[in-house]
């Protein structure tokens, strides 16, 4: 869940700074796998997870990887 609280805020940070290329570097799988995929993920990262979609939908591209 922390994971996903600091993407949400990362992009956010990208938003406001009107950045609209982003490569977004994550160390757990779990996270890429739901941010690229259709599924909404569990009950309780549901609404951080529609927030990060919907920011992400606002730029013009978008990476997301798997790093360890």
Known sequence: M???????KGVSIARQRGIA?????????AVVA???GDSQGC???????????K??????QVKISHTF
């Open 34 to 36: 739901v941010l690229k």
């Open 21 to 29: 290329l982003l490569e977004i570097n994550v160390d757990l799988q």
């Open 55 to 60: 920011l992400l939908s606002e730029l013009d």
């Open 43 to 53: 009950a309780t990262g549901r609404s951080i997870i529609v927030a990060i979609r």
């Open 2 to 8: 922390a994971d996903l609280w600091g993407v949400f």
